[in-house]
């Protein structure tokens, strides 16, 4: 059994009468990526803050262990251990993108070669030697962010905590930011990440944790909790109502809707499933006019996921 | 690294980031000079006869007179900047990112109050250079009076810095952070700073007698201009360790709580 890089156990946290979080376990293997997913105000950014020393544990949590230590006891082992990127920005606006950089060389306590190597390297793989030399306060939103992850970086952390490290980042900045977060992987570092972009959890993690309301409803692979979901389905549209009721005649398990001439067929979208659907309607004489196959995917078990819960506390 | 060692080289790094604050934004600073430097210029040029006659001389009296308190009050002015720097500074997410960083923990404050000191140590300097333009001499103050003078200056400093801090601290924003240190410019108006205590209304008397500007501007003059420190000398320095014991503990019990 590999190590635990994050481990804990019954995290809860209340604010007031406001339970946040009641009661999560977390583990994520060394080396891994591990995803927290939930909606607006379930918890991801409080528990982050929670396993990064930010903010205390509520009294009735359980253990939690961060790089092996103790984050009761020994808080300090773990901010060494660990970089964390926020959810909101963490840069210094009044000082350049480059004095940031310098700030966190000098409190990792690197010499000034080592600091100067590191943080050429860094604003180079950020995309950020133009602006390094502006106040950070003049950034974009997306380059503020990607000085933030790159200060988080400047400690080379063997765990990493990054509270939607994506959003607001245009499409090739999010792409550089996932393939930045595989060379990390590569090299042997845990990722936690939140994120509110389904297909970023699938594209990154390990394991994926859905967080509702304080609780964790679903756990496991991507592809486990696309499981979790019925089936996929092919959708197939007609334009003439003629090859329609043709079609729907040769497909009696299917779903009709008169209304778009559309109707839904239950697959798996394998080929052989499809298959036998084409076979069908070439046996029929029918030609659909668009032909969609629809597997489940994160955005499925997201909303169905959160939606039972919903219907639940009605 | 031992914790020693650790907490000076933070502290250091943090100090090199506040004053690289102060320096490209040093208008807040400047702004906070306006104040001692009107107060010396009005006091003297407008009401320095009258005042001076009432002291039994001239302006010229009334200038020796009024420069020392003017040198504290330039310190009440120059850390409410602190105030409100250390109240903007906890709301920058960066500070944040040093709660999550395994460097010393007190080294954002000692960061701020170092800054704070050395500020007002230029500050002083400055009101000072002024106050000796318009015509300020010290009288037969010697090498040590002056030490004494200076570390008088640097412990007042200390002491409100450590307080404004702790202000800082408890003030959601800047402005509220520059309402809440007010007092601290506020008090030397209420001190020997501009008239002696014992020609105050008798019923104010204690208010300007029990505070920490006057026995530290009684002080200051006896050191620069000769007269009768008496009690003072202790009362200033207790005050002013009891001050910044009091604010050191304040902060950093407020720091250390769980940020909001
Ligand atoms: N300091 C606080 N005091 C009171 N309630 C708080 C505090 N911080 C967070 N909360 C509440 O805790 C809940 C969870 O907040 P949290 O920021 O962890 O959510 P999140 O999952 O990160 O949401 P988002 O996707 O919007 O970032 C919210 O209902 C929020 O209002
Ligand atoms: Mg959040």
């Known amino acids: 059994m590999t190590n635990l890089a994050i481990a804990a156990e019954g995290l809860r ?9 009641d009661g999560v376990d977390i583990a994520v293997p060394e080396g891994t990526v591990f995803a927290l997913l939930g909606p607006n105000g379930a918890g991801k950014t409080t528990a982050v803050k929670i396993l990064s020393t930010l903010l205390s544990a509520g009294p009735a949590s359980g253990g939690i262990r961060v790089g092996g230590h103790d984050l009761a006891a020994d808080p300090q082992a773990v901010r060494a251990a660990i970089g964390v990127t926020g959810q909101f920005s963490a840069v210094d606006g009044l000082i350049t993108g480059e004095e940031n950089m310098r700030l966190m060389a000098d409190l990792h306590h690197l010499s000034h070669g080592e ?34 992850i790159a200060m988080t970086l400047v400690g080379s952390p063997r765990i990493i905590f990054l509270d939607e490290p994506t959003t607001g980042l245009d499409p090739r900045s999010r792409h550089n930011m996932w393939q930045i977060i595989r060379e990390l992987v590569a090299g042997g570092v845990t990722v936690f990440l939140t994120t509110q ?10 394991r994926i944790a859905v967080l509702n309301d304080g609780k964790i409803v679903a756990e496991g692979t991507a592809a486990e909790l696309k499981r979790l979901i019925p089936g996929g389905h092919v959708r197939l549209r007609f334009t003439d109502p003629a090859g329609y009721q043709s079609a729907a005649a040769a497909l009696p398990d299917a779903a009709r809707d008169d209304e778009s001439l559309s109707l839904q067929i239950l697959s798996d979208g394998s080929q052989r499933e499809l298959r036998a659907v084409l076979d069908l309607l070439d046996s029929a004489g029918v030609e659909a006019d668009e032909l969609t196959v629809h597997t489940p995917d994160l955005d499925d078990v997201f909303f169905a996921l959160t939606a039972k819960i919903e219907e639940t506390v009605r | 690294m031992s914790t020693l060692s650790l907490a000076v080289r933070d502290s250091s790094t943090m100090l090199r ?28 040029y407008i009401f320095g006869d009258t005042l001076g006659a009432g002291l039994g001389g001239g302006r010229a009296e009334y200038i020796a007179y009024l420069v020392p308190g003017l040198l504290l009050m330039t310190i009440g002015s120059t850390v409410i900047g602190t105030a409100v720097s250390v109240s903007t500074d906890m709301t920058e997410g960066i500070i944040a990112r040093f709660r999550t960083m ?14 704070s000191v050395l500020q007002s140590v230029a500050s002083v300097v400055l009101v000072g250079a002024v106050g000796v333009a318009i015509g300020f001499r010290s009288t037969d103050a010697t090498v040590l009076d002056w030490l004494a003078a200076f570390g008088l200056l640097v412990l007042f400093a200390l002491a409100l810095t450590w307080i404004a801090v702790g202000m800082g601290l408890i003030s959601p924003s800047a402005e509220a952070a520059s309402n809440n240190a007010m007092p601290l410019i506020l008090l030397p108006l209420l001190s020997s700073a501009f008239v002696p205590v014992d020609k105050m209304p008798g019923w104010f008397q204690p208010i300007a007698e029990y505070q920490p500007f006057t ?12 007269t009768e420190i008496g009690h003072n000398g202790w009362l200033a320095v207790a005050w002013c360790v009891g001050l910044a014991i ?5 902060a950093t019990a407020k720091f250390n709580n769980d940020p909001k």
Not at chain 1, 133 to 143: E, I, L, V
Not at chain 2, 102 to 115: F, Q
Not at chain 2, 215 to 226: D, M, N
């Open chain 2, 102 to 115: 395994a460097i010393h923990r007190g080294s954002v404050l000692v960061g701020h109050v170092i800054g």
């Open chain 1, 13 to 21: 946290k209340s604010y007031g009468e406001k339970v946040v979080l």
């Open chain 2, 246 to 250: 009091l604010g050191y503990f304040w």
């Open chain 1, 115 to 148: 600091g100067q190597r590191i943080i050429a390297e860094l604003l180079e793989r950020f995309d950020l030697v133009e602006a390094a030399a502006k106040p950070a306060s003049t950034y974009s939103g997306g380059m503020k962010r990607r000085l933030d």
């Open chain 1, 197 to 206: 972009y389904l297909e970023e959890a699938d594209e990154l993690a390990d």
């Open chain 2, 17 to 44: 980031r506040n004053l690289l604050h102060a320096r490209r934004y040093p208008s807040l600073t400047l702004n906070l000079l306006l104040t001692p430097i009107m107060l010396l210029l009005l006091f003297v």
């Open chain 2, 215 to 226: 026995p530290a501007i009684e002080t200051l003059r006896g050191l620069l201009l000769g």
